[in-house]
C-alpha cells in the first residue's frame, strides 16, 4: 500500500482515480488546506511533523476501521509534511461507495479519527514566530526562518 | 526517547539517550529523567508511545521497560 | 454566473479552483458517478434531460438557501445533460468553508436537495431497453439506441 | 404544454398544443386535454409547473390559466 505521507503537493485526482470505479456511484473528496488567518493571527504557511512509523500505522487501522464499518466503500488518505504553503492540501481524504450516505459517512470519520488521533503536528509559521497548534507555550519568536533545521524534512524515519 | 513538535524544539534535539536507568524501571521513572534534560517538558499535555503504542492514560506509565524499547513522548496531535 | 448543467464532461478540478481560497481551510466535494449496476440490472450508460430554466433556476436556490445557511461557505454545482458513460461523473457539487462541519454540511444539503427537487430525469440505457428512473412503467425495450432522437441534446431550451 | 422523461417519450413529442380550451379555464381542464392525447399521463404521479413555479399539491390544480402560461408536466425527479 503507498504512503499515507508525502512531503510534497498531494495529488488529489490521483487519489480519486484509486477509488473510483463504476460500481462506485458516489465519491465524497475532503481536502484540508492552509487557511491563511489562524484565530485572527496571519499565518505565512503551515509545517507538519509526524511520528512516521506510528502515523502510517495509525491512519492505516483508522481506513480499516472504516472499511470494516461500511464494507463497500473504498477509501484513501494523504496527509502532507514539511512545508504547506497556503491555499494547498495538507490532508485529502477520498471515499467511494455504492450509495452517497455511506461515501459522506466513511470521509468524514476518516478524517475526524485521523485529526484526532494521527500523531501528526501542525506549526503555524507567522510573520513573527512559530507556533505549535495545541501547545500555546511553544511560540517561539523569530519569524518564518525559526524553526529551520529541525524536521525539515517533516517527518521522522523508523 | 524521541520527541515531537514542540518538545522537540524544547529540547533542541529529536531523541533524548537516558542512561542509567535501573533495570526493570518504569514508563514514568524514564520521564522523570527527561524532566531533567527538556526545559517545560511539563508546559504541555503530552502523551506517551511505547514502541509505537499509545499507553493508557490510566497506569501506563508504571509498566516496567524492557531492553531495547522506543519511547516516545507526544504533545497534543493537530495533523489535518 | 455560470451554468450549472453541461453536456459534456463535467471538470470537477475547475469547479473545486472556483470556490476553494486560502480563507478556506476545509473543502468537501461531492460527485456522482454512473453506475453499471443499477438494481441487479446491467447499465450501459445514463442519460439526463432538464426542464432547462426552470432546473436552473431551482439550482441557484439552492445554493443561495445553502449560502444563507452557511454564510461562510462558497458553493458550486454541475449537473450533467445528455448521455454519461459508466464511471464519469453525472454530477458534482463542491463545499468550501473556513472549517469542516460547514463544508460537509453545506455539500450534503445541496447534493440532497438537487437530487429530491431540481426537475432533472435520469433515464438508465440497458443492454434490452430503457427506463426513466422513478418511472417503472417507462421502461421501452429495443437496447441502447431506443430513446434516441427525442431528447438528444440532453435538454430543453427555453 | 411542455412534456417530460417518460411523459414525454409516450407522447411521442416535447410539446402539445392544447386547442379550444375556454377563456378561464383550469390546469386541471388542461391536464383533461392531455389525457386524450398523452396514452399513459396517469401511470405516473406527476406534478405540474406553471410558468417554471411547482404548483401546489393541494388546490394549485384549480388556478385559472392565463393567456401565455408555460404549463409542464413534470414526472418524479431523478437527478444527481
Known amino acids: ?158 | 526517547m524521541l520527541l515531537f513538535a514542540g518538545l522537540r524544539e524544547r529540547a533542541g534535539r529529536d531523541e533524548l539517550v537516558l542512561d542509567g536507568l535501573p533495570a526493570g524501571a518504569t514508563v514514568e521513572q524514564a520521564i522523570a529523567q527527561a524532566r531533567g534534560i527538556v526545559p517545560g517538558l511539563d508546559s504541555v499535555a503530552f502523551a506517551v508511545a511505547r514502541n509505537r503504542r499509545l499507553l493508557p492514560a490510566a497506569n501506563g506509565r508504571r509498566e516496567a521497560l524492557a531492553e531495547g524499547d522506543e519511547l516516545a513522548l507526544l504533545p497534543p496531535v493537530s495533523g489535518g
Chains 1, 3 share one sequence.
Open chain 1, 1 to 158: 500500500m503507498a504512503s499515507a505521507f508525502t512531503d510534497g503537493r498531494i495529488d488529489v485526482e490521483a487519489l480519486v482515480r484509486s477509488v473510483a470505479s463504476d460500481e462506485h456511484g458516489a465519491i465524497c473528496t475532503f481536502v484540508g488546506t492552509a487557511r491563511r488567518r489562524s484565530e485572527g493571527k496571519e499565518v505565512r504557511r503551515l509545517r507538519y511533523e509526524a511520528y512516521l512509523p506510528m502515523a502510517e500505522a495509525a491512519v492505516a487501522e483508522i481506513v480499516a476501521a472504516a472499511r470494516a464499518r461500511w464494507p463497500q466503500a473504498e477509501i484513501a488518505a494523504r496527509h502532507r509534511l514539511g512545508d504547506c504553503p497556503l491555499g494547498e492540501a495538507s490532508v485529502a481524504v477520498v471515499a467511494a461507495a455504492p450509495h452517497r450516505d455511506e461515501a459522506f459517512a466513511a470521509c468524514r470519520f476518516v478524517i475526524d479519527t485521523v485529526k484526532a488521533q494521527a500523531p501528526i503536528w501542525k506549526q503555524e509559521v507567522f510573520t513573527d514566530g512559530t507556533a505549535w497548534v495545541g501547545d500555546p507555550a511553544s511560540f517561539r519568536s523569530g519569524g518564518a526562518g525559526a524553526a529551520g533545521g529541525a524536521g525539515a524534512a517533516g517527518g521522522r524515519g523508523p
